[in-house]
Structures are given as structure tokens and as C-alpha cells.
């Protein structure tokens, strides 16, 4: 154990990680001998680590839950151990890099290299950067390596939170929400999407708008903010109209059980969308234009085995044996499981009218 309690508050727990790690060092000590030190300290002796098996709870976008728990994801590990090596006075750059967060630094011998936080302190070199995401196919973009102000770090936290925040133990009060997407007005301006859906929720709680006008669009209009809203009511209320028919493209049922290819989890379907519905801001999130159909397939509203709801792409569903999926909220769309599928409620039956009632 390190000795280090993370329930003194986040400065005063870095500051033990700091003063840990000044143990070990000297005033000649090169930058390579500090950031070795700091993975020492952070990882191995105060057990800091990636949190792989609930990646996407809110708790992980907060520092000082990530410092508690002492486990998190690439953006939280990066700030924290940025943080330790400013107070250990050598300086190191927030990358925004895509699907990940980096860090770097000028080696000894003058070369840029890359810290990835979230595999214990590994250094990487621009090449092996590209190679973190392999699915994902990332090419080699200056922009991809440029310095993140803090500004933008900050708004990505936001944004993570806000996507997180509507399944399983990640919701959040709609009033929050609506403060967020005012912080958001401020830090990321120019998010014409996010201007929408902060847009659509104020309107669906009948809030004041003004903080709205932070945001900015080409023309600088108030009217194109209505004009979009109109456009994604219409679109939702055709999407919550009820379904008669399933195309032939929509390979599963309502009640299927499946398997994620990628990430190989199990799952329910209780629900479909010809193509998906869910706007540019989320698909380029999520990295669907790297899909092999992008968003012009069937996508799936699906609930899975790790308590969690998703919105999956059908190229990413595969048939499995069926399984009971233990759910909290299976109850709220099925009557039973009849040992090969689940049965749909009269509630969802009344959205895919196609469906007939159980015998």
C-alpha cells in the first residue's frame, strides 16, 4: 500500500503522489527518470488502473472519484498524472487525440514522444499512437497531436457526461443536464449539434433559453435553432410512431437475444430504427462513420448484460445461444422468457404494432 488516502481530497492526494515521488528523484534527475517515477508511484504503489469493466459511469469523468475508486479512463488518468508532473516541474501537453487521451513531451534527445495514461504511463511513439485503435483506423493527422487547453478538455468531460447520462445508474436530473449544456454554451461554442439537443431539452422543460445565444451558429440565428428543433421533433415523433411492418433489412426481432461482435457482450432487442437516428454530434462520437455501413443501417436499441442500455449498428450483432439477460429493466418491455427469446409487453407491442400477442 502507498500509504496515500484519496478520501483527504484531490489536492491534497496529489500532493502525497508528489511528495512520494520526490522521495525517489534529484534535482539532476532527466525527464525520463520523473515519468518513470510517476508510473511507479501512480500505478504500482498507488495501485491507480483503467477501468475497463464499467468504462462508461459518469463517476469516471470525475477526478476526484477517479483518485477514490483509483481506477478511470484515458482523459481523468491523463489529467491527473499531467497535474503530477507540473508539480514535478516538467511540462507535458493534453492531446485530444481521437477514441483516447495522450500526453506529451520532448525527450532528452529532442524527440516528441507520447504518454497513454491508461496503459500505465506507456511511452509511445507518433506511429504507435496510431496503432491504439486499430477498428478504428485513425490516420495520421497534425491535428490529431496538437496541444488541448484546458478549455477543451474540460468541454470533452462535459460531453462524455451528457452522452453517459441516459442509461442504467448514469441518469441524471433533466434541470443538470440543462446546466451542463449551459457550461457546454461557453466552452464549446461552435457545436451547432449540441446547440440543438440543449435546444430540444430546454424546450421540453420550458426553460429559458438565454443561455442559448452563447452558442454560435454561421448566420448567428435564433431562427435556425427553431427551424432544427421543428426538424428533430418531427423526426422523433416519426420514430416513436408506431411501427406495422418490418423491413426485410432488419434482420433481428423484438426479443432476439445477440452477441456484440466487438465487445462481446449479450443482449435483448427492444428496439429498431431503420438507419440511425441518434445525429452527427453522437455518430462522430462513437466512430460510426467507420463502420462498414456507416449510419445507413438498422440499428438496435438493446439492453445488455452489464446493466447497461446501447444503441448498437446491425453489422455489429451477431446470432448466439439464448440466454436469460438479467436486467433491471427487461421488465418494463417483456411479460416472460420463454426459454428461446422475450416475450414483448402489451407497452411495446403498442409501439411495433406488427408484433402479435403471446398465445
Known sequence: SSGINAEYGVQQTVGAIVAQCRNHLNSNSSIEAILEQINVTLYSEYGLTKNTEDFYNVDN????????????????????????????????SLINFPRHFLLSFTATNGTMMYIDCF???AILTRSQ???????????DKEEYFLPATAQSVLARLVRNILA???????????????????????????????AVS????????????SFLKN??????????????????????????AAKDSKPDHVTFNIGDVTLHRRYNYTCVVYGWDEVCSMGEVWEERMGISQLQNKSQQPFYKVLADDQTERYVAQE?????????????????????????RFVPNSALRSIYSYIPPPP
Open 61 to 92: 469523468n470525475r477526478v476526484d472519484k477517479v483518485l477514490y475508486n483509483k481506477c478511470g479512463i484515458p482523459i481523468t488518468l491523463a489529467v491527473i498524472y499531467h497535474e503530477v508532473a507540473r508539480q514535478l516541474g516538467v511540462s507535458l
Open 119 to 121: 496503459n500505465e504511463g
Open 129 to 139: 499512437c496510431l496503432q491504439l485503435c486499430p477498428m478504428s483506423h485513425i490516420t
Open 164 to 194: 453517459w447520462s441516459h442509461s442504467g445508474a448514469n441518469l441524471l436530473d433533466n434541470n443538470f443536464q440543462v446546466s451542463l449544456y449551459k457550461l457546454l454554451s461557453h466552452l464549446s461554442a461552435d457545436e451547432r449539434g449540441t
Open 198 to 209: 440543449a435546444s430540444h431539452l430546454s424546450l421540453n422543460l420550458a426553460v429559458r433559453f
Open 215 to 240: 452558442f454560435s451558429l454561421p448566420d448567428n440565428s435564433y431562427k435556425t435553432y427553431c427551424n432544427e428543433i421543428s426538424k428533430r421533433e418531427a423526426e422523433v415523433k416519426g420514430m416513436l
Open 316 to 340: 455489429n450483432m451477431v446470432d448466439t445461444r439464448s440466454v436469460f439477460i438479467d436486467h433491471t429493466d427487461v421488465g418494463k418491455y417483456f411479460s416472460y422468457y420463454d426459454g428461446e
